[in-house]
T-cell receptor, first 113, second 111 residues
Framework: IAGITQAPTSQILAAGRRMTLRCTQD?????MYWYRQDLGLGLRLIHY???????GKGEVPDGYSVSRANTDDFPLTLASAVPSQTSVYFC????????????FGPGTRLTVL | DQQVKQNSPSLSVQEGRISILNCDYT??????FLWYKKYPAEGPTFLIS?????DKNEDGRFTVFLNKSAKHLSLHIVPSQPGDSAVYFC??????????FGAGTTVTVRA
């Protein structure tokens, strides 16, 4: 693989269920991010990780959790999904030794009913 | 409260003409600005960026202009091509490297 992969591509989920969105990068970037994209709101940062073992809250962290056990993986978990979490989720990574450009995965479309 | 604003949700332009996309920001700590392009069902891809120490950056058909005093930047695409039809996001960064995005502008290039 090259770049960032996300899984699943799309998912329909019943409210109250737990869901983990997966993200893997092979660029050895130290920083990783999770965004949600909603119409009229652009991309909003949910959580981020500057390096393996550390995480931080973004603009809209409530209802989501993340972990960063290693450099390559950055899963996003919805402990108990609600309809307002229906969105398209993008994972991104960047190399803080380089520029501020972030590289994005293809996204996961999540529908919570 | 969004710190990066793209007030035009859409833009339609004739093929071969210039597309001008605008972006305003409120946070004076932003010192680096980026434009991303997004096609349907794909992730955003980086297009062009500019540091606050410059007022212009050019890459082929794409030029970004920065007016720090007005807290305004714009992206010029000339000439516009059908493949430029996409959603364009403006983003800004302070020295913490996190990005704040605008809501996006959908560009449609007419043949």
């Amino acid at each position: 693989i090259a770049g960032i992969t996300q899984a699943p591509t799309s998912q329909i989920l019943a409210a109250g269920r737990r869901m983990t969105l997966r993200c893997t990068q092979d660029m050895r970037h130290n920083a990783m991010y999770w965004y949600r994209q909603d119409l009229g709101l652009g991309l909003r940062l949910i959580h981020y990780s500057n390096t393996a073992g550390t995480t931080g809250k973004g603009e809209v962290p409530d209802g989501y959790s993340v972990s960063r056990a290693n450099t390559d993986d950055f899963p996003l978990t919805l402990a108990s999904a609600v309809p307002s979490q229906t969105s398209v989720y993008f994972c991104a990574s960047s190399d803080s030794q380089g520029g501020r450009e972030q590289f994005f995965g293809p996204g996961t479309r999540l529908t919570v009913l | 409260d969004q710190q990066v604003k793209q007030n035009s949700p859409s833009l339609s332009v004739q093929e071969g003409r210039i597309s001008i996309l605008n972006c305003d920001y409120t946070n004076s700590m932003f010192d680096y600005f980026l434009w991303y392009k997004k096609y349907p069902a794909e992730g955003p891809t980086f297009l062009i960026s500019i540091s606050s120490i410059k007022d212009k950056n050019e890459d082929g058909r794409f030029t970004v202009f920065l007016n720090k005093s007005a807290k305004h930047l714009s992206l010029h695409i000339v000439p516009s091509q059908p493949g430029d039809s996409a959603v364009y996001f403006c983003a800004a960064s302070a020295n913490d490297y996190k990005l704040s995005f605008g809501a996006g502008t959908t560009v449609t290039v007419r043949a």
